[in-house]
């Protein structure tokens, strides 16, 4: 199966926003998936504590195919563009089954979608957190909260499938799009075994577990036992 990916934060890119589509690249050829994964090229002058670089996931993706398009934080609709171009025209030299899109931002969700339709092939959405309805997204009022779900209910409804990293999130995603929506599942956040290998599991058996709370102040760090 071959898929178009569009993906947001990539390595280079850090943070826990780049480690699922990350492991995407490294694990689905195994499963027989040919993805193309778009991104973007992020200016230097663009990144910011909120948008760190790792280059440390950078093997995970070093046999992965990976288009990238110019994109900074006041020219987002231009990336939009150039990556509108690049899939169709990838598309046209050998077709994609499947367009597919990971987020944050929710903004790629309606984007993925309409390409999708334009091409003639099936949406799947991977939201992660259930977009609108958990209170990540903090809203104003409650007449802002109604617009983005329905901007969310009329994304999702034009998708084949949707994807939650939870299982309440898949509840509640089931409940919200309702019988007629798309279909609703579950892949969730996992781990690499080998980053626990080099530890050796210890048991403590002398006495209660203690907890302390740990704050900065003016530079210094204060234990406080709780």
Known sequence: M????????FPPDGGAGAQRPASFARYLPASGIDAVFFSRAIAPADRSFFDPADPSLLPWIASARVE????SSTRARE???STARAVEAEHARRPFA?????CPPFELAPFAVALAQRLGIPALVDLRDPWALDGVRVFAHRGALRR???????TLMGARHVVGNTPQA?????????ATGPTVSCVTNGFETEDFQQFEPK???DGPIRLSRCDRTDGELRHERV
């Open 79 to 81: 990336w939009e563009s």
């Open 148 to 154: 983005e779900q329905a901007v969310m209910r009329e």
């Open 203 to 205: 048991v403590r058996g």
């Open 98 to 102: 499947v367009l597919a899109a990971t």
């Open 68 to 71: 990238r398009s110019p994109w």
């Open 2 to 9: 071959r898929v178009a990916f569009l993906v947001h934060f």
């Open 170 to 178: 898949q509840i509640a995603l089931r409940a919200f799009l309702g």
